[in-house]
């Protein structure tokens, strides 16, 4: 049995901007911010996440995710601490192993696994 802690978070929100793909080295990254909401005392509150997905998971994210995509996540938080005019910073960030869309935009491609209306067969026995 596994008795160690274990990072992981899950997310479900809203995509901030279009996502931005980066070739870094041999392999791609996607960057985007994702939006949540929470109660705060008697009011909404909007909290920003940033997120990273790697691999060739990060061309289909772009391919099918546009702003305002409503998307569950699910990764590691990680935090990576920098210096910024002489004042230490820290910034977090989500690095996605999974990712799952909830509303698709109708501008986004669609798959097509090979079948087309031709390839049908209407002599179906049953």
Excluded at 17 to 24: N, R
Excluded at 46 to 58: C, K, M, Q, V, Y
Excluded at 89 to 94: F, G, L, N, P, Y
């Amino acid at each position: 049995m596994y008795k160690g802690t274990d990072n992981s978070i899950t997310l479900t929100g809203n995509l901030g901007q279009d996502p931005e793909l980066k070739d870094v080295g041999e392999t791609q990254v996607v960057n985007v911010t994702l939006a949540t909401k929470r109660k705060s005392r008697d009011e909404d509150v909007t909290d920003w996440h940033r997120l990273a997905i790697w691999g060739r998971s990060a061309q289909a994210f772009m391919d099918f995710c546009r702003k305002g995509s409503k998307v569950t996540v699910r990764g590691e938080q990680q935090h990576q601490q920098y210096e910024k005019d002489g004042q230490k910073r820290t910034a977090s960030q989500v690095f996605v192993k999974e990712w799952l869309i909830l509303d698709p935009k109708d501008d986004a491609p669609r798959q097509n696994h090979g079948a087309t209306p031709e390839d049908m067969n209407d002599d179906i026995p049953f």
